[in-house]
């Protein structure tokens, strides 16, 4: 989805990743997840969202925390560096003698 500008998703998928933000955005300021505080989130972002998808979102999240239903996301302090291209370690240069 980072390759495609939100504009050019296809309607549902604007949804979900909507939703998904509100539910991160409520997580972050310590707030319940609920039906209504999700819809209080999209209403103030003047997003339109399924009352179901909300409903279902609202429920799957209860007792949760919002990164094991969607996922981490962002940068953020990870420590040590990232893996070479395709996985595999970086080749270490041998020095000549």
Known sequence: MA???VDKLPA??????????AAFVLEGAGADITA???RAVLTAAG???DALLVNAV???LK???VSSFFGS???GSGSGSAPAAGGAPAKKEEKKV
């Not at 549902?12 to 933000?21: D, G, R, T, V, W």
């Open 12 to 21: 549902a998928e604007k949804e979900q990743l909507a939703i998904s933000y």
């Open 47 to 49: 997003v339109t969202v």
């Open 3 to 5: 390759s495609v500008s």
């Open 58 to 60: 609202a429920k799957a």
């Open 73 to 75: 996301v962002g940068g």
């Open 63 to 65: 007792g949760r925390k």
């Open 36 to 38: 209504d505080s999700l």
